[in-house]
Each structure stands twice: as structure tokens, then as C-alpha cells.
């Protein structure tokens, strides 16, 4: 996907930091804003996955910081529900403004709470998402257990909240108290998709439970089963990122936008920050990626996993063609195959004249009536796959710059 940072500024003048993710595959199909967590910022790794999933599915993302978090503006002490929600509708209008309206709206855990509370004021959001959101903002007074007393007392408190100090006054308190969910569920007026953990200890599901009854249809639940609150598993939020565009095709409308241009067969982009890059085979989009040991977020295959795919599947490919053609009982061709290179160091010595050796095992699996010599054949057959005749053949990559 491609990452582009951008600023706006909100009601009171400060300037928030935001991303802008973008899909590969020309203009999206529709944005999406995120609203992080309680004293999150948009950087956390889950936000990060879950939008590489939207933009995997032609849906761009834009995630910002809450004022006074992350690297926005402002002093988070003065901050409150309130000013969460006119950030939102801030995000809202920026997008509206300067790309396109958005027509997803995704709120995380006290995110999610403030998500509830804007979208019915929101005319192009046609779906609204909450991830482990509080039926109730002051929910998230049992974060302030211990201190609430000061705040009452004093006006104010520094509170540690996930190892970090953050300074809470009475101000948080009063209107968080103020806010009345049921009634603003109720009348959301707009498609709703409600995911949780049963295993969240922070935001317990009885409150997913609260969330849906109180909302009209369309409505629909997804339970996240074996999920902590924040994601943390990064399977867990790309699960999460394909759920919602999946839910989220039904609701929105479509534009007719020109698709991204290339004048190659297959576009790739890899873009700052993470290993992660998109590749546009024709109409095919996928993603390629490294994994978590070597500093990627392995949400797709290397590279060299997406070069032994094509041999197997060329392999399995011309199998089955030959079979066809001999009309054999083949129903089956199951191709098993390891490489044994590594990217990443490959990558790193790329200027090394010292050329490597490639191995590839390749095991072939046939099931079907056949008997000994057909067998024998189809093993030989399997040398002959384009693919496998490419890599055992001289090939030249001519390289330019694009003006």
C-alpha cells in the first residue's frame, strides 16, 4: 500500500498527524476513517495491519492522532470524549474536502465509542465498524480506578495507563458522565458491524452484547475469538481488516474510477516504513511480504515464496494439461516444494558477484487410476513446465528508469 503523511487541523486549531493508506490498484473504491484507542495513537501495529488488509481490498484508510497523541497537537489533559468526536468529524471533512467523502467509519475501543456517537451526523458513511468498543464511554473509568478519587478532589491526576503517565482532569470525568448511549445507538440510522473478543479483559464482550441490542438493522456481530484487546496477534487485525471489507462492499457505493495504468504485465510498490508490497498481476491483486524475524509483518508470501508457488503451480498446471490431452485418470496433482535461499541476506549481498545456487525439492504427488508407466511419464512431463524450463534457461532483466 502506499503510505502518504498528511496534516488537518481541528475545531480548536490544532493540527492532528494522520496517514493517508492507499491501494495499488488505482482510485479506491471508497475511504475509510480509523479512530484508535484510548491513549493509542494511529501507529499501533494493529491499526497498521487492519489497513493494509482495506487497502488490499481497494478501500483506502485514513488514521490519525486523537489531539495531544501520537504527534498530533494539543494537551491530551484537555481533551475529553467531546473533542474525540470533533476530531472525527475534523478527519471526516479533511477527507471530504481534499480526496473523497468517506463511507466506512472504524472505531477501536473508546474509538469505537466515539464512532457510535459521530456517524449519525456523518452523511456519506454508509457503514459504520466497532472493534472492542464500550457500550457506555464511561466505561473507561475503570482505567482511572485508583485515582478517581484524586481527580474528584484535586481536579486532576497523572494516571499510568499501559506504562505510560498521562495527566486526567475533572473535566474527562464530568463528560464522560454526560454522554448517553443508548438513545445515540438507537438511532444510528446506518448499517452496523460489531466485532469482539470473547476473551477481552479490557472491554468485556457484555457490552458487544449491549452494542447490538440497542441498535436497529442492518446489524451484524463478529465474534474474534482468542483476540486480546489490542490485537496484538497480527493475524488477529488482518482477519479483522478483511472482515470489514468483505461486510462493507454490501453498503457502499461503488464510483466508476479509472484503474492504475502500468505499461508492463505486473505493477509491484513497496512503499517506506515496512517490507510490505502490493503487486497488480492484470485484475489479480496480492500482497508480498517478510517475515516478522527480519523486520516485515509477514501479511503475504517473500518473494521466493511467490517464485516456488509459480513453479508448483506450472508444475501441477502442465500435469493436468498432459493428462487431459491422454485422456489419463489424473484427478489429482498435488505439487510439494521447498527453497532453500533466504531473501533478505540474498538481498543485502545483491551486489556480490558470487552467485548462489538455487535448490528447489519438488515432490509430486498424483492421485488418480494410473498405472506404473503413466506415472513415470508425468514425472518427466513435470521437468518440461514453462516455469521450470525459464529458470534452467538464460534469462535477461532489462532494468530502466521511469521519467
Known sequence: MKSTRLKFQNKQGHTLSARLE???????????????????????????????????????????????????????????????????????????ENYEAPQIIIGHSLGG??????????????????????????????????????????????????????????????????????????????????????????VEIANAAKIYTAAHHPKS???????????SDNRDAEYVGHIIATWATRYIVEKTHEHLQTEGDVLTRTSSGSFTTEILAGDHFMIADEPADVGGTDLGPTPYGYLTAALGACTSMTLKMYADHKKWDLKEARVHLTHNKKYKSDCEDCESTNAKIDHFDRIVELEGDLDESQRKRLLEIADKCPVHRTLHSEVKVNTTLKE
Not at 132 to 148: N, R, T, Y
Not at 221 to 231: I, N
Open 22 to 96: 492507499s491501494p495499488i490498484s488505482g482510485k479506491p473504491k471508497a475511504y475509510a476513517i480509523f479512530a484508535h484507542c484510548f491513549t493509542c495513537s494511529k501507529n499501533l501495529n494493529a491499526v497498521g495491519s487492519i489497513s493494509s488488509a482495506l487497502t488490499a481490498n481497494n478501500v483506502a484508510v485514513l488514521r490519525f492522532d486523537f489531539t495531544g497523541l501520537g504527534q498530533s497537537e494539543g494537551d491530551f489533559s484537555d481533551t475529553n470524549f467531546s473533542s474525540n468526536m470533533e476530531d472525527l468529524t475534523a478527519a471526516y471533512e479533511f477527507l471530504e
Open 113 to 202: 465509542a466515539a464512532v457510535l456517537h459521530t456517524a449519525g451526523k456523518l452523511k456519506s458513511i454508509n457503514a459504520v465498524v466497532t472493534i472492542g468498543a464500550p457500550a457506555d464511554p464511561p466505561h473507561v473509568k475503570h482505567l482511572l480506578d485508583e485515582s478517581i478519587e484524586e481527580i474528584e478532589s484535586k481536579g486532576e491526576a497523572t494516571v499510568n495507563i499501559g506504562g505510560r503517565p498521562f495527566k486526567i482532569k475533572k473535566h474527562f470525568l464530568d463528560d464522560l458522565e454526560s454522554i448517553e448511549s443508548d438513545v445515540v445507538i438507537k438511532n444510528l440510522g446506518k448499517p452496523l458491524l460489531v466485532l469482539h473478543s470473547p476473551q477481552d479483559l479490557t
Open 221 to 231: 456481530f463478529v465474534t474474534l475469538d482468542g483476540a486480546d484487546h489490542l490485537m
